[in-house]
């Protein structure tokens, strides 16, 4: 078979087997283009724009694997190398009383070509999924089916009890209308994963060959290359399509990394509230506990909260100050990992924000609601760095991490005046946002604020999409303020069932 490939100095045809190795290839391809081309720079894509693969990194894998075939035509681009370099290297011309063996050579004779290997990085394949140490919810989860099994319908199948058929045959665990009848807005991680590996070569993830997997997840970088292969200066005194984040267009998250939060016991919360009761004052308290399976949700995962943990702090009636890192917060972790204490570790925080009603029966304000805001852009942007802090080990992406597991819960007064618990996280763009210092909390708890790029931060273009007064969905510039509801996802909350 032939592959194609189009760079900026012209067209190149490899032939290739489809056993063959990529490295294969690789070599051809070097062998084709110009001598003045560095081999670390190369990468490849099959799109003529964006960010491609360096040639080391697809090496262990054969041209079958990658779906590759016959007439495909990829994008190579690359740099070139300093000009000292070179994979032929010519001696100076030497004077004619060189002698070799006694014997005069003549000058053509004495010039010496040397030939400088390209370097490669067939030693070690980097592939930092391969050795990561999921959570043990996650291996779980990972080696189970998924599907939701059904049972035999009365009216609508016609064929025996060992029979299947359309409406009885199991769903798969992202099946949309399951969720919608289950009023479940958000599916599991594990069922986004397997979303993605139903429409790409993983499909048999679980026991396919390290050579032929592709982790289907990226995580989000809006931070601008500081090494561009393309060979220009460095922003901001340049900048290209390969350095240049993409715009963002935010959209509500479709998956949850965890699914639901509970809370061994009423006691934990009661105590913790005891302190507003007493003073009148906030207070913020870190979650113990672990992750387990949740049977509610298909391939669901749950924070079991053991214990809430008061760090040092200063409280006020309207918030509190918190200090990162807190005085002793080792020590805590590794008391809270013992054996002793059943090996807990960080799954959240939690905080209040109640306010008296003033009506003497222990009601209280109703500040959070759907007309105003759930989490404000200030906790989101604190819930977006300790989500980066606690960054969830997976073999599904291809850094080994995605994401969090951190879970951030609020304590407030509902529509109805009562105390109630509700409980967030936020998206995995909002994480990238604050992590490349694009946005900012503003004046107005609802709206989070885009900030100016300046010569040490590059913003790109913010979009999100809303229905307008015409019913018509409408896309608009973020900048300066966007509603902080397209960074938010809602987890479920309880108690033990008794």
């Not at 397997?194 to 809006?222: I, M, Q």
């Not at 204490?341 to 003033?358: N, P, Q, R, Y």
Request: charged share 20%; hydrophobic share 35%.
């Amino acid at each position: 078979m032939i592959v194609r490939f189009r760079g900026k100095d012209g067209n190149y045809r490899v032939q290739i087997e489809p056993k063959d190795d990529f490295s294969v290839l690789s070599e051809r391809l070097l062998s084709q283009l110009p001598n003045t081309v560095d081999p670390d720079s190369v990468s490849v894509s099959d799109q003529p724009v964006g960010q491609g693969k360096n040639l080391a990194e697809l090496f262990g894998r054969s041209i079958s694997d990658l779906n590759l075939k016959h007439g495909d035509l990829l994008f190579v681009s690359y740099s070139q190398r300093p000009t000292e370099y070179s994979s032929t290297t010519t001696t100076p011309s030497l004077p004619t009383a060189v002698r070799l063996n006694g014997r005069p050579v003549s000058e053509a004779d004495a010039q010496i070509k040397a030939t400088v290997p390209y370097p490669t990085n067939s030693g070690s394949v980097n592939s930092p999924w391969e050795n990561v140490v999921q959570e043990s919810v996650d291996t779980l989860l990972d080696s189970q089916d998924g599907k939701i099994q059904r049972k035999r319908d009365a009216k609508m199948c016609k064929h025996s009890e060992k029979g299947m058929c359309d409406y009885c045959m199991p769903l798969e665990p992202f099946d949309p209308e399951y969720l919608k009848d289950h009023g479940i807005k958000f599916m599991s991680f594990h069922s986004y994963i397997r979303k993605l590996n139903s429409s790409s070569s993983n499909a048999n993830a679980g026991t396919a060959a390290a050579s032929s997997f592709v982790p289907p997840l990226t995580e989000a970088d809006f931070r601008i290359k500081k090494k561009c292969p393309s060979g220009h200066p460095p922003w901001p005194a340049g900048i290209c399509s390969k350095c240049q984040p993409s715009a963002i267009t935010l959209q509500q998250q479709p998956f949850r990394m965890v699914d639901h939060v509970e809370f061994a016991n009423s006691e934990i919360v009661n105590n913790f509230i005891d302190n507003w009761r007493r003073t009148g004052n906030q207070a913020i308290g870190y979650l113990y506990g672990r992750y387990e399976q949740y049977s509610k949700v298909p391939l669901g995962t749950k924070a079991v909260v053991e214990a809430i943990y008061e760090p040092p702090q200063v409280t006020a009636i309207d918030g509190v100050t918190l200090t990162l890192p807190w005085e002793g917060e080792a020590e805590v972790d590794n008391a809270a990992a013992s054996a002793k204490a059943g090996g807990l570790k960080k799954v959240g925080v939690i905080f209040t924000d109640l306010v008296d009603a003033g009506q003497g029966d222990g009601t209280v304000v109703c500040k959070r609601h759907a007309d105003s805001y759930f989490l404000s852009s200030l906790e989101i942007v604190f819930a977006a760095t300790m989500q980066q802090k606690y960054p969830t080990a997976t073999r599904w992406s291809d850094t080994g991490k995605f994401s969090s597991k951190f879970v951030t819960c609020v304590i407030s007064g509902n529509v109805d005046g009562q105390i109630e618990i509700s409980a967030y996280q936020v998206s995995n763009t909002a994480e990238a946002m604050v992590q490349a210092d694009i946005i900012e909390p503003s004046v107005s708890p609802g709206l989070m604020l885009v900030k100016d790029a300046t010569d040490q931060r590059y913003v790109p273009d913010v979009f999100f999409r809303r229905v307008n007064e015409y019913n018509t969905a409408v896309q608009e510039n973020a900048k300066p303020v966007f509603p902080v509801e397209y960074l938010l996802v809602t987890l479920s909350h309880g108690f033990p069932a008794p």
